[in-house]
């Protein structure tokens, strides 16, 4: 019913089949709650939410149903609390732990979220969503060294995804290995040669070193692959008008 858009019997058969179970068949209390929050009932959502937690606060349903509340208001201090209790109830939940770091850097405590990065990787060393976090600490440190290695360990581990050679290449770039930047922004294209990404990245790269004419060329790769991007067209037209013609 539901997925049909029968929402009006959905609510009712929600009701009747909570009104019955009480709050002995949490998951049922849960999928109401759902069913008012897509209604925009959302204090109402969190208050069904918050009454299985208390009846059930030994189960980590209620607890992430709150958390994701929490989270959609921008209740960052709510979020990370009700993220703590699902971990001291079930410690190695890798998933939570993770929602866990992103919420304390909603809140500016960025040793604390990178400390659970690393503990993460400490049981799932090839995380994709530890190593990228992490990559973003270290390079908002200019701590290159670490960012080229986490930049690195997503190359190799998550090679197919053209996310992590520019990752790497940014990386490099803010070293000032040009040439390393230019190696990861090729495979880049490698990977999809239609994004039009890494061909403005390379325009950059030249045009940051005084090459104006290589630089002209990446640009016109990238418009022909974004001929919507009316800001990159006014450049070209601005630095080689026949390059328009």
Request: hydrophobic letters at 40%.
């Amino acid at each position: 019913l539901w997925d049909n858009g029968e929402r009006a019997r959905t609510s009712d058969l929600l009701t009747e089949v909570v009104e019955a179970a009480g709050t002995d068949l949490p998951y049922f209390g849960l999928q109401q709650a759902r069913f008012w929050q897509q209604s925009d009932l959302k204090e109402k959502a969190r208050a069904r939410m918050q009454a299985l937690r208390d009846a059930h606060p030994e189960r980590t349903s209620a607890w992430l149903r709150l958390a994701e509340a929490f989270r959609a208001e921008s209740w960052e201090e709510d979020q990370c609390a009700a993220l703590r209790a699902v971990l001291e109830r079930t410690p190695d939940w890798p998933r939570v732990a993770l929602d866990l770091g992103l919420c304390l850097e909603d809140l500016r405590f960025y040793p604390r979220a990178e400390a659970i990065y690393k503990e993460v990787r400490e049981s799932l060393p090839n995380s994709h969503r530890a190593l990228t976090r992490l990559h973003w600490h270290a390079q908002g440190n200019d701590e290159f060294v670490a960012a080229e290695r986490y930049a690195r360990e997503l190359t190799r581990h998550w090679p197919h995804l053209r996310e992590s050679w520019l990752r790497l290449a940014e990386t490099l770039r803010r070293a000032g290995d040009r040439a390393g930047a230019e190696t990861a922004l090729e495979s880049a294209i490698a990977i999809d040669p239609d994004d039009p990404v890494p061909h403005r990245r390379l325009a950059a790269l030249a045009y940051q070193a005084g090459e104006v004419e290589p630089a002209v060329e990446r640009w016109r790769a990238a418009l022909e692959r974004a001929p919507e991007d009316a800001r990159l067209a006014n450049r070209l037209a601005w630095l080689a008008p026949a390059a328009q013609g």
